[in-house]
């Protein structure tokens, strides 16, 4: 276990719990489809982001650090495919958003994939790793500590925003109320891809 253990604490909290694209993707899927929807997109954030911190922590951060166009592919993709995700959402009708009906809903790899693609993601793991890892014998088990504690800290973090999300629903009785919530939603996790792509350049 990292020495540092509340510090880690805090922050893993603190990256989890922050609006950012996965929430929002959380917080509209649960509102959308009900929290049974959301917990393989849960798992599969979560263990996106814990296997990200440890293979940064095993080594392929510091390749990555050597390989900018490398890292610049992946953000354009990433920022592509939220950009889609995000106008998925803003333009659903509102028949396609009940939650028995069926349709093509990001499920646990496409979670997991979305963090593959996120450059926010490694540069997370990268701050992970350099502050809270040290360079000794230890290392590799204190990497793959730091990532189990991530994955545990960040799942209630998400959970949190599904109940936020599924909660809401109450709020939205009617289509046009509905309606609302999926643009406001969709232009949210635009804004925040493309906030997040500059802040990264």
Known sequence: MPSPLFPFLLFAFVASITPGPTNLLVLSNSARYGLRAVVPIILGACTGAAA???VVGLGLGESLAHLPNVR???QWVGVTWLSY????IFSSPVHA?????PHK????LGAAGLQLVNPKTWMMALAVVSVFADQGAER????LALSLVFFVVSL????????????STRLLGSDNAMQRFNQ?????LLISTWMGAFHSV
């Open 184 to 188: 406001m939603t969709g232009a949210l």
């Open 140 to 143: 590799q088990a204190q990497v």
């Open 85 to 88: 995700l995000a106008w998925k």
């Open 97 to 101: 958003i009940e939650r028995d009906a």
């Open 156 to 167: 209630p973090c998400l959970g949190l925003w599904a109940l936020l999300g599924a909660g």
């Open 72 to 74: 610049l592919a992946m």
């Open 105 to 108: 809903r990001l499920g646990l």
């Open 52 to 54: 990200i911190v440890l």
